[in-house]
């Protein structure tokens, strides 16, 4: 009898989603184990006799891993597909034949690097909080931060849902270049909103050790074994 696994592990290993994903999959009742809905989290299944389908789709362990990095356009949603037909990620992956999922999130009004896989346990360690996973983003505002804007933004900026404190933040050319480890909603934006010089432009230029450098807008590269392996 083959080792037994969890049922969100095994449907992240098999390239569905990330494991958080997978488990919002479980709670919404598209997943079901031998032909039967699956709304309990922790199932634990043999991952060889069991049919599992999400979506009325049976699903198998992926082979081939795959880590591309995708520089995304301004106004391209951050998902796989969109039911009003808006851009999305998949656009750019049409002939792609392989099952893929986004790490992470841009909102629609922000561009740059993001990270599309079929690796579900990859993913979500690149992505839980307990691995503080660093991003980098150029910001520009409207107006220039005068030095006491600038200041406390380095010091951190207390938001309704708590202090944000970056771990870095630099002048860029006319950008501000800001470092942080925290996956927070909108949390950059946020930020320059509450000390009054709200976001006329976002580039997610790291992630990790993984750098968009000059990867052009609307393409992917395979990432290498050091980056798969730092991050």
Wanted: glycine share 8%; charged share 30%.
């Amino acid at each position: 009898m083959a080792e037994l696994v969890r049922l969100q592990k095994f449907m992240a290993d098999c390239g569905v989603a990330s494991r958080r994903a997978c488990e919002e999959l479980i709670e919404q009742g598209r997943v079901k184990v031998d032909g039967k809905v699956i709304r309990t989290q922790g199932l634990k299944i043999d991952p060889i006799k069991t049919k599992v389908e999400v979506d009325n789709e049976t699903i198998t362990a992926v082979k081939t891993k795959t880590y591309l990095a995708f520089h995304k356009p301004l106004g391209v949603l951050s998902t796989m597909s969109d039911p009003e037909g808006r851009p999305c990620l998949s656009d750019y992956f049409i002939d792609w034949k392989e099952r893929l999922f986004h790490v992470g999130r841009l909102d629609k009004e922000s561009e740059g690097l993001i990270i599309v896989t079929n690796d579900g346990q990859w993913a979500h360690e690149a992505t839980h909080p307990s691995f503080e996973v660093k991003k980098t983003y150029l910001v520009a505002t409207e107006e220039t931060l005068p030095r006491a804007a600038f200041d406390q933004l380095s010091r951190g900026v207390e938001l309704d849902d708590g202090l944000a404190r970056p771990l870095a933040v630099n002048r860029f050319g006319g950008f501000i270049e800001i470092v942080i480890h925290e996956g927070r909603n909108h949390v950059v934006r946020r930020i320059f909103d509450e000390i009054g010089f709200p976001v006329t432009r976002l580039i997610r230029t790291a992630f990790g050790s993984i750098k968009l450098g000059e990867l052009p807008s609307g393409k992917w590269r395979a990432l290498n074994e050091v980056e798969i392996t730092n991050l």
